[in-house]
């Protein structure tokens, strides 16, 4: 909703309506748990439920409000596809962008599958299992929900269930793999830029007027990049924070649950597929940073190799210093509040998760 889409009155009111469909689905759901005081399993599902919901509005709302910043460096980014490359890289470039393009569309097609089987799932549950009578436990006012007194209201609320379901879970694939495709392009960026300084000896020859032309040129496409990753860690600054603390809570309570009841296997299953799915969403976007980290102090190295002593005058060998100082701190996606998304600090979690679930389980004992 940035604001070319907010001038369409009819685009803003269903997108105001289906946010209050979401707050009204948050509100059974915390009214529903009140039911689940007595029932540990059904009070972990419900928490899991109330978490996910909340996840889902805060990110409906954030994406929202920075719809116009996004489109920013949407742009930004197609300012650096108009960067003209010559030379022997051409071929190694074009490589390079059809694999950055190619890996995120395969994340999001198996993500995308996973969410509609997940979403099938979901739906269907009531018909097979007869204690189920909605996809998830809710509860409302005068049992709105129970099909005997309410039949309508209760297959409003079923098919409601069902279309906030699959609507959000699809929303929800495509804005964080639109997020990812940002930080993606910027490494694909950075891999570029590393190209190019290592042939920029090649292409240039002995003309000292256009390598002074072309290191000036790579210096300033660098410190682009660097100004484009700021960007949008300021601007995603709340949805990293945020699923970082719902990735966090939502494998500690699977973790516990599932060692509580480690001896129903039904019980079990059910968190371990909810487990699988917060550890991947979390595994790849610290992948994701990984790559970005490793690139970015890739570009001193390659800045390195394109020093020649005997090529290009004072301002060159100034340029490529500083490149080489500029990298020496490396990028990542990070939010201001938290350590940044990479493996070692996703074993952090882990570690700490397994800390909190190993206390609750010795407490109960």
Not at 63 to 86: C, G, M, P, Q, V
Not at 191 to 202: F, G, K, Q
Not at 241 to 269: C, P, W, Y
Not at 317 to 330: D, E, F, V
Request: net charge negative; charged share 15%; hydrophobic share 50%.
């Amino acid at each position: 909703m940035n604001s070319e889409e907010r001038s369409k009155r009819l685009l803003l009111a269903w997108n105001y309506c289906f946010i209050g469909l979401m707050m009204v689905t948050m509100a059974s759901l915390w009214y529903g748990l009140l039911e689940s005081l007595d029932d540990i399993v059904l009070l972990g599902r419900d928490l899991a439920f109330i978490i996910a919901v909340f996840f889902l509005i805060f990110k409906m709302i954030h994406f929202s409000n920075n719809a116009d910043e996004i489109d920013k460096i949407i742009a930004d980014l197609e300012e650096f596809y108009r960067w003209e490359t010559k030379g022997p890289v051409q071929k190694d470039i074009l490589a390079i962008k059809r694999w950055h393009f190619l890996i995120p569309a395969a994340l999001m097609g198996t993500w995308l599958f996973l969410v509609i089987l997940f979403t099938l799932i979901m739906v269907s549950t009531p018909f097979w299992v007869e204690s189920q009578e909605l996809p998830y436990h809710v509860a409302f006012p005068f049992e709105l929900h129970n099909p005997s007194k309410h039949p309508i209201a209760h297959a409003l609320i079923f098919v409601s269930h069902g279309y906030i379901t699959l609507y959000s879970l699809i929303w929800i694939v495509f804005a964080e793999f639109l997020a990812g495709s940002i930080y993606n392009e910027l490494t694909s960026a950075l891999n570029v830029l590393c190209l190019e300084l290592r042939y920029i000896l090649t292409y240039c020859g002995r003309d000292n007027v256009l390598l002074d032309k072309e290191v000036n040129r790579l210096a300033l496409f660098h410190q682009q990049i660097i100004c484009a990753v700021d960007r949008s860690n300021e601007i995603f600054n709340g949805a990293l924070t945020m699923q970082l603390v719902v990735n966090f809570l939502l494998i500690s309570l699977a973790g516990f649950e599932a060692m509580v009841f480690r001896h129903d296997r039904e019980v079990v299953a059910e968190y371990m597929v909810l487990i699988a799915m917060a550890l991947g969403h979390l595994s790849c976007w610290s992948k994701f940073g990984d790559f970005l980290s490793q690139q970015s102090m890739e570009v001193a190295v390659a800045a390195y190799e394109a020093y020649d002593p005997t090529r290009g005058n004072k301002s060159v060998h100034q340029r490529l210093g500083l490149i080489i100082l500029r990298s020496q701190k490396p990028l990542a996606i990070t939010s201001r509040l938290l350590p940044p998304f990479n493996l070692v600090n996703n074993l952090a979690v882990l570690n700490q998760c397994y800390r909190i679930f190993t206390f609750l389980m010795q407490t109960m004992e």
